[in-house]
């Protein structure tokens, strides 16, 4: 349940200037607003389960973004049933300016991309049907002015081989292997809520630089709550960010009967270093390595 200074699940992501979305608890809309993002500027919106805390925000949000401008369609993304929950919802936010399209995706999928990061759905272990998202922005390999010299290669052609596409140019044709080095380390981001730990969440989130994942309970006493309810302990999320081999976790989702989750964080630490608290309105900037 939402708090006076917390609010409920929801994850917003800027790549290349676009706006994606990841649940849409209550408050959400507000919590977007305040650091001064657009939400005429969300495209995707992803749903993990149907769960009010994760999803009774959607409604007011859809209708902010009807009177913020928004025209174009807005994608959404869910589980088995994702339309007829949300057309459920919209009963009190018709009339939109804009259409959505829906895309309902089983676990181990990859539906499409988002301004060219790769999207893959995975199934997580809750107490209903939930899946978690891995979000990769690749980057190509460095380019190489000597080789497209080398190669003939006219300059008008240089900035579309560096950005991946191939060019036909009469009878010939240029590919971006002609001119660029091997790929370079990208950017990923996982987020896990709600479930309980798998080897196959550890192999989805596997290496992610910003991993994102539920931390219900802080207390070691409440593992076995954590258990019965589908959720995790920091400590357990802990161990699932070690043998994942990510570098960063961020501990999130975290249940009203903790009012200091930062109480817990040393004892993820002990588990694996790289672990903090996530908080209302917090900003991450990832960027290329060098």
Do not use: N
């Amino acid at each position: 349940m939402p708090l006076p200074e917390r609010r409920l699940a929801a994850l917003l992501m800027r790549i290349r200037g676009r706006l994606l979305l990841v649940d849409c608890g209550e408050g959400t809309q507000v919590a977007i607003r305040e650091p001064g993002f657009s939400l005429a500027r969300i495209d995707t919106i992803c749903i993990t389960h149907f769960h009010a805390d994760h999803l009774a925000g959607l409604p007011g949000l859809l209708l902010t973004m009807g009177t913020s401008g928004r025209t174009d369609p807005v994608r959404i993304i869910g589980p088995k049933h994702t339309q007829m929950v949300v057309q459920c919802l919209c009963v009190i936010a018709q009339a939109l300016p804009f259409e959505l399209t829906f895309e309902e995706v089983d676990s181990d999928c990859h539906p499409g991309s988002f301004q060219e990061a790769q999207l893959h759905a995975f199934a997580l272990h809750h107490t209903i049907p939930c899946l978690g998202y891995r979000f990769t922005l690749d980057r190509p390999g460095k380019f190489d002015p000597a080789r497209a010299l080398a190669s003939g290669i006219p300059v008008e052609y240089w900035r579309r081989l560096q950005c991946g596409e191939t060019v036909r140019a009469g009878q010939t044709t240029y590919t971006p292997e002609m001119v660029l080095g091997p790929a370079r380390p990208g950017i990923s981001v996982a987020y896990c809520t709600d479930t309980r730990a798998s080897d196959s969440i550890r192999e989805s989130v596997r290496f992610a630089d910003l991993f994102i994942c539920e931390g219900t309970y802080g207390d070691p006493e409440k593992a076995e709550s954590a258990h019965q309810h589908g959720h995790m302990t920091f400590e357990e999320a802990a161990r699932l960010a070690a043998s994942a081999k990510v570098k960063r976790l961020l501990l999130t989702h975290f249940s009203p009967s903790m009012p200091d989750p930062e109480r817990f964080v040393p004892l993820a630490q002990s588990i694996f270093p790289e672990t903090s608290a996530g908080y209302d309105t917090q900003h991450l900037c990832l960027r290329f390595q060098p």
